[in-house]
């Protein structure tokens, strides 16, 4: 079979930690063909969507060792397969080229659902759970976000369509910046930014839980760096294995209908304390660290799956 992958440049990637590179692995080990290119890369001519593509191949089980073929037009109908990997920030060139895909065959099954991404923000799909999320304002206006800190005195500001723990900065009325940190948002964003009450549980840190197609399969638990309320591991967050709560379970369990019928196959879920914050549907990570620390392999799990 033939797959591909749409995908930051290959040479970013970061071997140890990239979740994408054991899915073209696991890829390799049963014999399919893969490629991979860029969003900037599609063009759509004569009714047929196209893209340049490179083909790759590992060399060996590490995953910094591989081959890229010369770059060729591939017209993506031939492709069994393709999975949606580039990561945020999601902006116009984002939903472009899900505009783009969803032109596409329907014979070629694409991962997660193009039309699935679009209508789920990140953010903003978590707004279809209202009872299980934290306190949440989305908005520009800086009375709203005074008339909400009266109520939750501490915060986190972060911008809308953003990832990886970038721009997120605590929002706290005693802090001498409180006023700059919004004015930040305010002059820079030409987007609604989104404001959520403080969790002070993120201190012993937060979950990431891996759903295939709907079900839980695995979490950790990614830590802060001392005096540092991001757990993100792109800045710095440690993780450690941790088992699914009763909670956590009630929470899958109630988004789960909406993520199948979205076609929303891979998805990470975050979530402190008892409270759903995010659901990531762009390019799901943490498929390295589970491996590590529970020895459950998510790239076989989502190949296994997709044969089903």
Known sequence: MKYGFQIDPVSTLNPDTDSTLPMIFESQKRNNRNFIFSPSSLTFKKNTLYALATEIEFKNSKLSSYSISKEKILNLNSLNYIFIRQDPPYNMEYIS?????????????????????????????????????????????????????????????????????????????????????????????????????????????????????????????????????????????????????????KICSIIKENLISEKLFFVGIDVIGNYLTEINVTSPTCIQEIKKLHKIDVAKIIFDKLGE
């Open 97 to 249: 080229s899900m505009h783009l895909l969803e032109q596409l065959n329907p014979k070629t099954k694409i991962v997660n659902s193009p039309t699935g991404i679009r209508n789920a923000p990140e953010k903003i799909l978590m707004l279809k759970f209202k009872d299980i999320i934290p306190p949440t304002l989305i908005t520009r206006s800086r009375n709203e976000i005074d008339i909400f800190m009266n109520n939750c005195k501490k915060a986190v500001i972060k911008p809308l369509y953003g990832n990886g723990g970038q721009g997120i900065f605590l929002l706290d009325k005693k802090d001498k910046n409180y006023n700059q940190i919004i004015e930040k948002f305010i002059d820079e964003e030409d987007v609604p930014f989104i404001v959520q009450k403080f969790l002070p549980e993120i201190k012993k840190g937060d979950k990431r839980i891996i759903l295939i197609n709907g079900e839980p399969v695995a979490a950790l638990k990614r830590i802060p760096k001392k005096n540092e309320f991001r757990s993100n591991i792109h800045v710095g967050g440690n993780t450690e294995a941790v088992s699914l709560s009763k909670n956590d379970r």
